[in-house]
């Protein structure tokens, strides 16, 4: 029979588990063997793993995390590290590995294809929804869903006080996240890498503080400014300050960060992780390597790694145009 490897890699994302249910089950549905390696590829080079049996996954669908978890590896970076991965595969006569992760994870299985004959199968699993080929990865949903109501919250504290809010998103380097929270939240300012360059930082600023005066004179209340992680130097924080000192605003700060990454995944995520989790081993039994399996407009697909890391998927132009023209901001 077919053993197939499995691991979590790199950000852990809701809904992973319920992944590692499916693939865990409908392998056993078809009688493979499923190896579960902890710790991301650490359980390669480590030899670090578990049988899954459907008696192992059983409960854990609702739960957030990784029963497998998860971690960064440098070691993948190498090639020392690179080939201990791919000699545990060997020895312990895996068939095809299947990874659950981002656009690291991915470049790891890339660079294990040259040394190792074995199937290769990814599955995005990100909070960022940045890969193309999939219109949404697993996770996102989750953490979108998490931040929208945080935020909720926040803006009924900011409404109360008619203050002034920056608040810091999770996306690394995409605003998947920052504009889909912003669009659900009304925010009246969403600063992201799709429309806004760190060079014209000091103008961006200046507009903020006009338009909250604007508003001020309108009698409009809480103002929320929704900011992409690593992209205003600084962050939250250094744009509150700098909006604290320059226009003489009492701003409320709150980075959101893990918050956006935990909690048990909404059914949306539930059902892709199960879905892509399916067709990951159905892939495998078609003898398919070296693709990743994604959902668009409803129907599975399979795009080659190497494209689904190659451009970050763009944030809808639809949803851009939708903030432009409801939120209040001078853009
Ligand atoms: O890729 C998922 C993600 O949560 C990003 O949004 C964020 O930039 C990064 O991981 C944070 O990574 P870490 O948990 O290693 O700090």
Redesign the pocket.
């Known amino acids: 029979t077919l053993k197939i490897g499995l691991l979590t890699s ?2 852990d994302a809701p809904g992973m588990n319920a992944a590692i249910q499916a693939i865990t089950l409908a392998a056993a549905h078809h009688k493979l063997t499923c190896y579960g390696f902890h710790h991301g590829y650490n359980g390669l080079i480590n030899q670090d793993y578990c049988i899954l049996a459907p008696d192992n996954v059983t409960n854990i669908i609702h739960q957030g995390g990784t029963i497998l978890k998860s971690a ?1 590896c440098p070691e993948m970076m190498t090639q020392t590290g690179i080939k201990q991965a791919v000699s545990c595969l060997i020895k312990e006569n895996i068939d095809a590995l299947i990874v659950i992760g ?1 656009d690291g994870s991915f470049n790891g299985m890339l660079a294990m294809q040259d040394h190792w004959q074995g199937k290769l199968i990814g599955l995005p699993g ?3 929804n940045d890969l193309d080929g999939t219109d949404f990865t697993i996770g996102f949903s989750t953490a979108i869903n998490t931040a929208i109501n945080a935020i909720d919250k926040i803006r009924d504290t900011a409404d109360a006080f008619d203050r002034v809010f920056v608040v810091e998103l ?3 380097h995409s605003g998947h996240i920052a504009f889909n929270v912003g669009v659900a939240c009304a925010a009246e300012q969403i600063i992201s890498f799709e429309n806004f360059d760190p060079l014209a930082q000091e103008s961006k600023l200046a507009k903020i503080i006009a338009d909250i005066e604007q508003q001020k004179q309108n009698k409009a209340h809480s103002y929320l400014i929704l900011l992409a ?2 992209l205003w130097p600084g962050g939250a924080h250094a744009l509150g300050e700098a909006l604290k000192q320059q226009g003489n605003i009492d701003v409320g700060i709150c980075v959101l960060g ?1 918050i ?2 935990g909690g048990s995944p909404v059914a949306k995520d539930r059902i892709l992780a199960t879905k892509l989790g399916v067709a990951a081993i159905e892939a495998i039994l078609l003898e398919k390597s070296g693709i990743m399996i994604g959902e668009c407009e409803s129907k599975i697909t399979h795009t080659p790694l190497t494209k689904a890391i190659q451009h970050q998927k763009i944030v809808n132009d639809d949803l851009i145009n939708v903030y432009d023209s409801t939120a209040s901001h001078m853009s």
């Open positions: 790199g950000g960064r981002g990100t909070i960022d999770m996306g690394r992680e690593n893990h956006q990454r």
